[in-house]
């Protein structure tokens, strides 16, 4: 005999029927890192989560955690990802194969999770691995965040695009011919994931005469923020800066 959340005494049979309603995956963007934008459906969400999962760097830090940090309830279980930093596919999927299996344990037991993502889960987010794994099993609903697109074009003070431009999203470790041949084509550009390949985006933009278009942000929304001309830029770049272009008559810096 057990008893329900009202003190009311039941049989074995229905506490385990009731137990056995598994829990809800919240996938839940939290901007590009600073708090004050995350939405108040993710700050609501992750205060009130028994269960909080994040990404983080083998024996590092979480970013995600990070922002999040002072949301989350301190009886809340937390769930660490962690992934390996490795151009390689085959240990990253391995990470996020262990990391929904303890997902899963805890959805199975009834608890709700909130998995942490930064910027917007869907737009190169990590949550998008575990929701392959996971939404064909468990409800799964995702709370879209501020992207660090948009908060980059913030930072520089210009539009995205305007009028019927058309925005091309291009990642930094696309190879060099590739990236040339889409930037040469498009008429507005997010570089993004600049970080070691930011030589190799430099020489891209210097051949198509675009070096005076193109503005660097690194670190967006944060107290150690930059912004420069790409021109200008430093040498090295951190993984989380981005570098944007336009080709209209007026351009970025």
């Given amino acids: 005999m057990a008893a329900n959340a009202d003190g009311d005494a039941v049989v074995a049979g229905e506490a385990l029927s009731m137990a056995a309603v598994p829990g809800k995956l919240y996938g839940v963007g939290l901007g590009p890192g600073d708090p004050d934008l995350m939405t108040i459906k993710a700050h609501r969400l992750i205060g009130g989560a028994a269960v909080v999962a994040y990404p983080a760097l083998v024996g590092g830090e979480s970013f995600a955690r990070a922002i999040a940090g002072a949301a989350i309830s301190p009886d809340a279980r937390e769930i660490v990802v962690e992934v390996p930093m490795s151009v390689a596919r085959e240990p990253a999927q391995a990470a996020y194969d262990a990391g929904a ?29 575990l929701h392959s794994r996971l ?43 590739e990236m040339e041949a889409r930037i040469a084509a498009a008429e507005a550009v997010a570089i993004m994931k600049v970080g070691r390949h930011l030589e190799k985006i430099q020489r891209v933009l210097g051949r198509l005469g675009l070096l005076e278009a193109a503005g660097y942000v690194e670190r967006a929304t944060l107290e150690n923020q930059r912004i420069f001309p790409l021109a200008d830029a430093p040498k090295t770049a951190p993984y989380f800066s981005m570098i944007l272009i336009t080709r209209g008559e007026d351009p970025w810096l």
Avoid at 116 to 125: Q, S, T
Avoid at 149 to 155: D, F, G, K, S
């Fill in 135 to 177: 939404a064909d099993r468990f409800d799964v609903e995702v709370v879209p965040g501020v992207t660090s697109v948009t908060a980059c074009a913030a930072a520089l003070g210009r539009p995205l695009a305007a009028r019927n431009e058309v925005l091309t999203v291009v990642p930094g470790p696309m190879e060099e011919a």
């Fill in 101 to 129: 299996a303890e997902i899963a344990r805890a959805l199975d037991s009834g608890q709700d999770v909130v998995m942490l993502c930064e910027g917007d889960p869907f737009f190169y987010g990590s949550f998008m691995y």
